[in-house]
């Protein structure tokens, strides 16, 4: 399938994600468990987009100037910057990680 | 402007004017990942859930397949199905409001609801966050991606290292606590062992399976790892309606 199938099932899934909770009795989604898997998988998912993202070439792992941008955008967050200059910051340390050398 | 005397209403549009900056990034970063303008569009206007779309974007840019990159966007959303039942016990919608109010159900629009004591300020608190996010996270994520799309080869402006950033940044407040932290740790090492080894995307479908497993285990409290990423009612500010 195309890439404009996926996001539009993508899409569809997520408006009937969101309908379905306000469809369902409460007492099926509101409860301790639920609430921790909802949670983990947010944060486990969230890990695993930052670390590909970070250090992953197709199948193969390598460390190049995407590091110097977790790095800086850890310390830009330690220092509470806003989620922008966060972002901004990656960007930079990556070009600038470039620019003296790295591939 | 009587509207605007109402401390949820302003909490709600803060927090739609600090969210819809994150779609600036998210424009950018989807078009660097390879989709049109009007598929970045079709994600912030229909599928609508900040997360999942930068999940969706996120395998793309690595290479994943399109089921992997729905896959994950599903799975990220699971919370928003959890936010529309807390969100219809507390509002209690009309059966024709429903869909619109589901639609709008997000971090921050459950957040803001959820904030206020009063049921009116809830409503308020509610419709404020959701509106606002919508048209401004809608319209930040156009001007993303005009802008995104002039600017060419993503490597050279360091649009990959954004990638990283936002990731974190988005990961960053929902691992304050030492639990969903050793959450993290133990995904991001289960996507790394995994990578040479699956076809990219699959990884973090991979570590999404850890994570419910570990969910399901009863590690750490229940509500972690729902925290919004624009959190409406900073500790120590002034909280309306209680």
Same mark, same amino acid.
């Given at each position: ?46 890990? /695993? %987009? ?38 901004? $910051? ?5 070009? %600038? /990680? ?6 | ?87 219809? $016990? ?28 009063? +049921? ?88 999404? $399976? ?27 500010? +002034?909280?309306?309606?209680?």
């Amino acid at each position: 399938m195309s890439l404009w199938g996926w996001i539009l099932i993508a899409c569809a899934v997520s408006i009937a994600t969101k309908f379905l909770g306000f469809l369902v009795p409460a007492r099926l989604l509101d409860n301790p468990r639920m609430l921790r898997v909802a949670g983990s998988l947010t944060i486990g998912l969230l890990a /695993a %987009l930052t670390v590909t993202n970070a250090f992953a070439s197709g199948q193969s792992l390598v460390v190049d100037a995407r590091v110097a941008a977790l790095v800086a955008a850890a310390v830009a967050l330690w220092l509470r910057a806003p989620f922008l200059v966060v972002v901004l $910051v990656g960007a930079l340390a990556a070009g %600038l /990680a470039r620019l003296l050398g790295a591939a | 402007m009587l509207l605007l005397r109402s401390p949820a209403v302003r909490v709600g549009l803060s927090v739609a004017l600090a969210t819809g900056l994150y779609g600036l990034s998210f424009g950018a970063l989807s078009v660097a990942a390879g989709l049109d303008v009007l598929q970045t569009m079709a994600l912030s206007l229909l599928l609508f859930s900040g997360g999942s779309q930068f999940a969706f974007i996120g395998v793309v840019a690595g290479g994943g397949s399109g089921i992997s990159a729905m896959s994950a966007a599903a799975l990220l959303g699971i919370r928003n199905g959890v936010y529309g039942m807390q969100l219809n $016990v507390l509002l209690r919608p009309s059966r024709r409001r429903k869909l619109v109010m589901a639609h709008l159900t997000t971090d921050e629009s459950a957040a803001t609801a959820s904030g206020q004591r009063d +049921p009116d300020e809830q409503r308020r608190g509610f419709w404020a966050a959701g509106i606002g996010v919508f048209v401004l996270w809608n319209l930040f994520t156009l001007v993303g991606a005009v802008v995104g799309n002039a600017m060419g080869d993503p490597a050279r402006w360091g649009l990959d290292g954004a990638a990283v950033a936002a990731f974190l940044g988005l990961l960053w407040p929902r691992i304050q606590a030492r639990e969903p932290a050793a959450i993290a740790v133990v995904c991001a090492v289960v996507t790394l062992i995994a990578v040479p080894f699956v076809p990219s995307g699959v990884p973090i479908l991979i570590a999404a $399976v850890v994570a419910a497993v570990l969910g399901l285990s009863g590690f750490g409290p229940p509500t972690e790892g729902l925290e919004p990423d624009v959190e409406p009612y900073p500790p120590g500010a +002034p909280r309306g309606g209680s």
